[in-house]
């Protein structure tokens, strides 16, 4: 659905963009992830024709951004990361007006933004003056208005920036249910969203890609070692006896409650030293009221990866058939 070939971008001097390559196969929900200032918007604002690209090419189903926009912005719905909207129209206005300017007639218009704005919730406010609207409602309607011209692909720019908990669930589950109809490359910062929404991410640092792999072998491919937290009552020896088992690196307590204390222990990547720390706590008689392994999130492998200054740039992929 998209391939970007060396797509760059300089602003007076400085390379915003340093000549990515990357696809999105037809289908996919891909994360777009980084830093602030890393590139991700300029790159979406090229794919989008918004913005001309100072080297590199891309296509979009197929149409090339260049020769052929038209094509390529009829078939994207892009959200951009700061909406831009009417205050003094309606909702249904509003949206009816950017329908009819993306070329659909009137009663095609009618039924697209009807149709947009059941998807996205937001039938109650067809009579709302823009102004008067709440964060999480403009930001639907930017999506309404990205999904009015029914496209293949949506690009939506941080769609829950500056939403609340609760919002930003509901948005999870809405890119979800689009994501069984539409191809998605979305920008965010909200990591749990990506790790519960895409099937890959894309890690973008300094205008480069970084890394590009499904959330779950991200977090795999961490070079970080495992951790156990053994909360127990049990003698002095508790320290040496732990860090005596195979496979434990480091032993960490912290303070006592009421004879408790939590021991964290740091384990080598490949071990799973829980069996053996229950087994010693049954043998020395110690008593044992939790015991847990912290899995690593999508949060450290992208702290991780950006504090490494990532890894050698990707290869070009192979093309998608
Ligand atoms: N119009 C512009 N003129 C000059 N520099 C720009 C312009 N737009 C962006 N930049 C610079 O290009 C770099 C990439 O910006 P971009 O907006 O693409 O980052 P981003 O990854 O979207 O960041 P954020 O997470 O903050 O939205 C930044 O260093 C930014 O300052
Ligand atoms: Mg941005």
């Known amino acids: ?132 609207l709440s964060k999480g409602y403009r930001q639907r309607v930017g999506l309404a208005d990205a999904l009015v011209n029914k496209p293949e692909l949506l690009i939506l720019d941080e769609p829950t920036n500056g939403l609340d908990p609760g919002q930003i669930r509901q948005s999870r589950d809405l890119i979800r249910h689009l994501g069984e109809r539409h191809t998605i490359l979305i920008s965010t910062h909200i990591l749990s969203e990506v790790e519960m929404t895409c099937g890959r991410v894309i890690i973008i640092d300094r205008g480069k890609i970084r890394a590009s792999d499904s959330p779950k072998n991200l977090i795999h491919r961490l070079r970080r070692p495992g951790s156990i937290l053994a909360e127990l009552k049990a003698g002095t020896d508790a320290p040496a006896k732990l860090s005596a088992l195979p496979g434990v690196e480091e032993v960490g307590a912290s303070e006592d409650h009421d004879g408790w204390t939590r021991y964290t222990l740091a384990t080598d990547p490949q071990s799973d030293v829980r069996e053996a720390v229950a087994d010693l706590a049954m043998k020395e008689g110690w008593k044992l009221r939790e015991l847990a392994s912290r899995t690593a999130s999508l949060e450290d492998a992208f702290v991780d990866l950006l504090r490494q200054g990532g890894e050698p740039p990707t290869p070009d992929p192979v093309l998608l058939k």
Not at 13 to 21: E, L, N, Q, Y
Not at 41 to 64: K, N, P, Y
Not at 71 to 99: K, Q, S
């Open 1 to 132: 659905m998209i391939e970007a070939r060396h797509l760059t971008k300089r602003y007076a001097g400085r390379t915003a963009v340093d000549r990515i390559s990357f696809e999105v196969g037809k289908g996919e929900i891909v994360g777009f992830l980084g830093p602030n200032g890393a590139g991700k918007s300029t790159t979406l604002r090229m794919l989008t024709c918004f913005l001309s690209a100072s080297e590199g090419s891309a296509t979009v189903a197929g149409h090339d951004i260049y020769e052929d926009s038209v094509e390529v912005r009829r078939r994207i719905g892009y959200m951009p990361e700061n909406v831009p909207l009417y205050p003094d129209m309606r909702v249904g206005e509003y949206l009816r007006f950017r329908a009819r300017l993306k070329g659909l007639a009137y009663r095609e218009a009618r039924a697209a933004v009807g149709e947009a704005m059941d998807t996205c919730a937001l039938a109650a406010a067809e009579r709302k003056m823009i102004a008067t």
